[in-house]
Each structure stands twice: as structure tokens, then as C-alpha cells.
């Protein structure tokens, strides 16, 4: 999640050396509420490949409702 210490959850070394990308997800901690509807997404891309999309959790959510999620 977005507290988590790289240093104490990878081994940099190893990561760096296997050249192993490493992102942080913006949402994390807290007790979810999970039921037979809810649908988790998780979205990784390049800014450069998204570049109308800002990367902030609001930004991000706003536009996949507008433009992956609505029917």
C-alpha cells in the first residue's frame, strides 16, 4: 500500500538487479466491505500511454467510470 517501506518489503539489490519494476498502488490500508457485487480494477500503465489521465486516485477513478466502466 501507499506506507509501505520498499526497503523493508523488497531486496533492492535483487529487484535492481533482475530489473524487476516495482510501482506503489495509491490505495491501501483501512477495512474494505466486500460483497457478491463489487468489482476490484487495477490499472498499470505509463503516463506517457495515458496522458489525458492524471495520476491521482479522484483523476484515475473519475476517468475509468467515464471511460472503462460506463455502458
Excluded at 500500500?1 to 539489490?13: M, Q, R, T, V
Excluded at 495509491?26 to 495520476?55: A, E, K, Q
Amino acid at each position: 500500500g501507499i506506507g509501505g517501506k520498499p526497503e523493508k518489503l523488497l531486496d533492492i539489490d535483487l529487484v535492481k538487479e533482475d530489473g524487476v519494476q516495482v510501482i506503489r498502488r495509491f490505495s491501501g490500508g483501512c477495512t474494505v466491505v466486500v460483497d457478491h457485487s463489487s468489482l476490484w480494477t487495477t490499472f498499470i500503465c505509463r503516463n506517457r500511454d495515458t496522458p489525458d489521465v492524471s495520476p491521482y486516485p479522484r483523476e484515475i477513478m473519475q476517468w475509468s467510470a467515464d471511460k472503462i466502466f460506463t455502458e
